[in-house]
Each structure stands twice: as structure tokens, then as C-alpha cells.
């Protein structure tokens, strides 16, 4: 059963955030949940893994004769008692032996643009689960290479078949419908198919925000586990536990472990390289045709994080995430220079036509904007965010961050992750502009 019981995680994330413990990591650094890489009760050390390091934490803290309520990372099996019992939950990870994971579920159950963490239950090994979600998550769960243990998934507009359309979409998997958010779940069967029953799912992985998987507590009732993570994050404590928890409840951490490494690389070699110039450029985020993205959100963040000022950041939309621009037309007189489009019709199934399409479709709704024709950008919307962030600097410092080094950085992830698709980025082009395209 998933322990989802606001105030109860309100109380345990506000006790672990005060529990500190110096481990024997390789930093050596005090960490507690909120401080953890991968946000797992029983990862003591507070590193991505659990592994036989935690196991002999958790063991010299019984023989101490400590209480869960000094360490509560260590209370592995959340029953509110420091004993044996925790280490066998530890050691029947690390053997891969059933067990139940408790962790933090990233989720924005209110609306209001933060993601909260709750405290919530998983059973472990997940074998056979479903996804709920738009291409983020399905580029998440590609790239990790948690390929069969997927049964069936939504087929949204975002989702990109070029990459994975044989994987997630095959005459074996179950349709969910064309809805990025929500699935239908009816005594016991999702839609028009019987997968939970007839493949035996455990789990549903979706997103963190509110409008995914509206009807979570269906499934709960029927005890199918729900995981939710940021797929589409570039912030660190964000992707970090989105890609080590999937990592961890799929059995493939050390896959993980180098997809938060790459991530890593490419936003440091961002970072180095706007580091004289940051702030210098203002920009705009784009994520429909004719909207613009405003207040908090992952299109703004991924700006910010490629050394520009977001350049709507003075203006109070209210609580909305996306404006009309034909219903605030006073926002072209503000002051920025760039809109970039992070579009998911810009993916690996591209052709000189569909580029040219989707370019002139974008760009054409701010065709009012006074740097209508030198300013605008399109990329991918279903790439891995540290390349959307990557581009997006490209667009901004093309001296700084040149778009060679982007796609060579790009080629780099299809090489070590989409191996099996064979892309290769001298017949694609992932940052579109007027330039390029006219």
C-alpha cells in the first residue's frame, strides 16, 4: 500500500531535515533526506546508492543502541524502530530480493509551482509497470534503459516514435490513450485494456506536477504503486532523485549513476563557458504556438541555468504558468532579446520539411515581436534538459557556447544511451532559426 498521508510526510520530511550524520562517503559531508542524492529511507551516507556502506551504518547504529528518532534515514522499513529488520531491507536491495522501498515521491499536489515531497511506499523489484506522462518521462525511461519492464503507456502528442516508438509502442503493449495526463482505471483495467491483471504491474511511473495523474488514488485503492519524479528538471536535487530512484526500483543504477554523471558534464561545461558573460543576455521561453512561459516552471529554469535573465521575471501573471502573447501584447515592448521555443515537434524523426514546418509555425505567432527575425529559436522539447539548456546557451553565446560543441555533447548521449537507434547529429539539426531556415 503507498503511504501517502500529507501530514504524516509533512512530519517525517520535517524530522529528517533536522537529522544530520557525519558518514564515511567520499566527501565526508553531513547529509540528511532533504540532503540525500537519491531521497530513500535507508541510504544513510546520502549517495546516489544503497549498498553495503548504508548496511553497515545501519548495523553500528543498532549495536550503539541509537533510535530511529536520532537517525530516521536509517529506519529503512519506516516502522518507527532501529533494528535488525532495517537491515534486512538494505540487504535485500542490494541482493535484489522482494522487499519495500520507502522514499520521497516529487509531487506539486497543490498547483502552486513547488514540488513537495512526500513520503510514500514502493514494492520492490519493479518488474512490469505502465507510464503516465508526455515524452519527458518516456525520454527518462529510455534513456535508462527500462525498455521491457514497461507494459503500456500514454501516446501523447510529445511522445517521440523515432526514438522509441518500437520500444513503448509495440503490438505487445497496452495503449493508454493519447492523453499526457490522465488514464482511465475502471475495476481494475486501465482504458480498454486489462494490462495491470494480464502482465501483473506493480507500479504507474508519471511526473510530479498535479495535472498527471489526476485519478492516483484509484490506483492506489487497487494497490498499484505510483512513482512520481521530475523527468523535465534541470535542477540537481531534482534529476538527480528522479533518475537514481528509477534507477534504483528498475535495477539499474549504474546505468543511473552515468546518466546523472553526463547530465553533470553538460551542464558544468555550460556553466564554465557562460561564466564571463551570464546575465548579459534576456530571454523568453516558449512552449506552445503563441504562448510564453511565465512565473515558475522548467522552461524558465533551463534560461537561467544558460546564463541568461528571464526577461518577464518583473511581471506579476498571478498564479497562471503560460500566457496568450496576443492577449498581452504590452509584453513585446519588454526588454529581451531572445525567445526560444522548446518544442517536442523538433525530434529524431526529422526532415528537412517537417523542420521547416514546425519553424515557420513557431515563429510565426510572435511574427509582431520587433526581434521577430533575429531573436527566435526553436529546439527539441523532449531532449534530455541538460541539452535544452545546452542549446538554449547556444542561442544566447554563440561565441561561448558554440553549437559544434552542443552537438557533439548531443551525440555523445544518443551514443551512450540510444545506442540501439544508431542517430547521428551531422544529418540533424536541434537549434533552428531564421538564419538556418530562410
Given at each position: 500500500?503507498?503511504?501517502?498521508?500529507?501530514?504524516?510526510?509533512?512530519?517525517?520530511?520535517?524530522?529528517?531535515?533536522?537529522?544530520?550524520?557525519?558518514?564515511?562517503?567520499?566527501?565526508?559531508?553531513?547529509?540528511?533526506?532533504?540532503?540525500?542524492?537519491?531521497?530513500?529511507?535507508?541510504?544513510?551516507?546520502?549517495?546516489?546508492?544503497?549498498?553495503?556502506?548504508?548496511q553497515?551504518?545501519?548495523?553500528?547504529?543498532?549495536?550503539?543502541?541509537s533510535?530511529?528518532?536520532?537517525?530516521?534515514?536509517?529506519?529503512?522499513?519506516?516502522?518507527?524502530?532501529?533494528?535488525?529488520?532495517?537491515?534486512?531491507?538494505?540487504k535485500?536491495?542490494?541482493?535484489?530480493?522482494?522487499?519495500?522501498?520507502?522514499?520521497?515521491?516529487?509531487?506539486?499536489?497543490?498547483?502552486?509551482?513547488?514540488i513537495?515531497?512526500?513520503?510514500?511506499?514502493?514494492?520492490?523489484?519493479?518488474t512490469?509497470a505502465?507510464?503516465?506522462?508526455?515524452?519527458?518521462?518516456?525520454?527518462?525511461?529510455y534513456?535508462?534503459?527500462?525498455?521491457?519492464?514497461?507494459?503500456?503507456?500514454?501516446?501523447?502528442?510529445?511522445?517521440?516514435?523515432?526514438?522509441?516508438?518500437?520500444?513503448?509502442?509495440?503490438?505487445?503493449?497496452?495503449?493508454?490513450?493519447?492523453?499526457?495526463?490522465?488514464i482511465?482505471?475502471?475495476?481494475g483495467?486501465?482504458?480498454?485494456?486489462?494490462?495491470?491483471?494480464?502482465?501483473?504491474?506493480?507500479?504507474?511511473?508519471?511526473?510530479?506536477?498535479?495535472?498527471?495523474?489526476?485519478?492516483?488514488?484509484?490506483?492506489?485503492?487497487?494497490?498499484?504503486?505510483v512513482?512520481?519524479?521530475?523527468?523535465?528538471?534541470?535542477?540537481?536535487?531534482?534529476?538527480?532523485?528522479?533518475?537514481?530512484?528509477?534507477?534504483?526500483?528498475?535495477?539499474?543504477?549504474?546505468?543511473?549513476?552515468?546518466?546523472?554523471?553526463?547530465?553533470?558534464?553538460?551542464?558544468?561545461?555550460?556553466?564554465?563557458?557562460?561564466?564571463?558573460v551570464?546575465?548579459?543576455?534576456?530571454?523568453?521561453?516558449?512552449?506552445?504556438?503563441?504562448?510564453?512561459?511565465?512565473?515558475?516552471?522548467d522552461?524558465?529554469?533551463?534560461i537561467?541555468?544558460?546564463?541568461?535573465?528571464?526577461?518577464?521575471?518583473?511581471?506579476?501573471?498571478?498564479?497562471?504558468?503560460?500566457?496568450?502573447?496576443?492577449?498581452?501584447?504590452?509584453?513585446?515592448?519588454?526588454?529581451?532579446?531572445?525567445?526560444?521555443?522548446?518544442?517536442?515537434?523538433?525530434?529524431?524523426?526529422?526532415?528537412?520539411?517537417?523542420?521547416?514546418?514546425?519553424?515557420?509555425?513557431?515563429?510565426?505567432?510572435?511574427?509582431?515581436?520587433?526581434?521577430?527575425?533575429?531573436?527566435?529559436?526553436?529546439?527539441?522539447?523532449?531532449?534530455?534538459?541538460?541539452?535544452?539548456?545546452?542549446?538554449?546557451?547556444?542561442?544566447?553565446?554563440?561565441?561561448?557556447?558554440?553549437?559544434?560543441?552542443?552537438?557533439?555533447?548531443?551525440?555523445?548521449?544518443?551514443?551512450?544511451?540510444?545506442?540501439?537507434?544508431?542517430?547521428?547529429?551531422?544529418?540533424?539539426?536541434?537549434?533552428?532559426?531564421?538564419?538556418?531556415?530562410?
Amino acid at each position: 500500500m503507498i503511504g501517502v498521508i500529507a501530514v504524516v510526510a509533512i512530519l517525517l520530511v520535517s524530522a529528517v531535515s533536522v537529522y544530520m550524520l557525519t558518514s564515511d562517503d567520499d566527501n565526508g559531508t553531513p547529509t540528511g533526506l532533504d540532503d540525500a542524492e537519491l531521497q530513500v529511507f535507508g541510504n544513510i551516507n546520502g549517495d546516489r546508492f544503497i549498498d553495503s556502506k548504508d548496511q553497515s551504518l545501519i548495523e553500528q547504529l543498532i549495536d550503539d543502541g541509537s533510535t530511529a528518532t536520532e537517525y530516521p534515514m536509517a529506519d529503512a522499513n519506516q516502522d518507527g524502530v532501529l533494528d535488525s529488520k532495517d537491515v534486512d531491507v538494505v540487504k535485500s536491495i542490494i541482493n535484489g530480493e522482494k522487499t519495500t522501498v520507502w522514499h520521497i515521491n516529487q509531487h506539486d499536489a497543490d498547483g502552486s509551482g513547488t514540488i513537495d515531497s512526500i513520503v510514500v511506499s514502493t514494492k520492490f523489484p519493479i518488474t512490469s509497470a505502465i507510464a503516465n506522462g508526455n515524452g519527458n518521462m518516456l525520454t527518462l525511461l529510455y534513456s535508462l534503459g527500462i525498455h521491457d519492464q514497461i507494459k503500456g503507456c500514454s501516446k501523447s502528442s510529445s511522445v517521440d516514435l523515432a526514438m522509441y516508438g518500437d520500444v513503448y509502442f509495440s503490438a505487445d503493449d497496452a495503449n493508454l490513450g493519447t492523453s499526457s495526463s490522465a488514464i482511465t482505471f475502471e475495476d481494475g483495467k486501465v482504458g480498454s485494456s486489462n494490462v495491470i491483471a494480464e502482465k501483473n504491474v506493480t507500479a504507474v511511473i508519471t511526473q510530479s506536477h498535479r495535472s498527471y495523474l489526476t485519478n492516483e488514488a484509484d490506483f492506489e485503492k487497487s494497490n498499484i504503486d505510483v512513482v512520481r519524479v521530475s523527468p523535465a528538471s534541470a535542477d540537481p536535487v531534482l534529476f538527480v532523485h528522479s533518475i537514481m530512484l528509477l534507477g534504483l526500483l528498475f535495477e539499474v543504477s549504474d546505468i543511473a549513476d552515468d546518466y546523472v554523471d553526463y547530465n553533470f558534464k553538460v551542464l558544468d561545461y555550460v556553466e564554465k563557458n557562460t561564466a564571463s558573460v551570464k546575465g548579459t543576455v534576456s530571454a523568453v521561453a516558449s512552449s506552445m504556438t503563441g504562448y510564453i512561459s511565465v512565473g515558475e516552471s522548467d522552461y524558465r529554469d533551463y534560461i537561467i541555468k544558460a546564463g541568461g535573465v528571464y526577461g518577464l521575471d518583473h511581471k506579476d501573471f498571478g498564479t497562471t504558468t503560460s500566457i496568450v502573447v496576443n492577449d498581452y501584447k504590452e509584453v513585446y515592448l519588454e526588454d529581451f532579446q531572445r525567445i526560444i521555443h522548446f518544442r517536442t515537434g523538433l525530434n529524431y524523426d526529422q526532415t528537412e520539411e517537417s523542420n521547416q514546418k514546425y519553424w515557420n509555425t513557431y515563429s510565426k505567432a510572435f511574427s509582431d515581436w520587433q526581434y521577430a527575425d533575429s531573436g527566435q529559436f526553436v529546439t527539441g522539447g523532449s531532449l534530455p534538459p541538460c541539452l535544452r539548456v545546452a542549446y538554449a546557451a547556444a542561442a544566447m553565446y554563440p561565441d561561448q557556447v558554440t553549437l559544434d560543441a552542443v552537438d557533439k555533447l548531443h551525440q555523445e548521449y544518443l551514443d551512450k544511451f540510444c545506442s540501439e537507434n544508431d542517430f547521428d547529429m551531422d544529418s540533424m539539426k536541434f537549434l533552428l532559426s531564421n538564419s538556418t531556415m530562410n
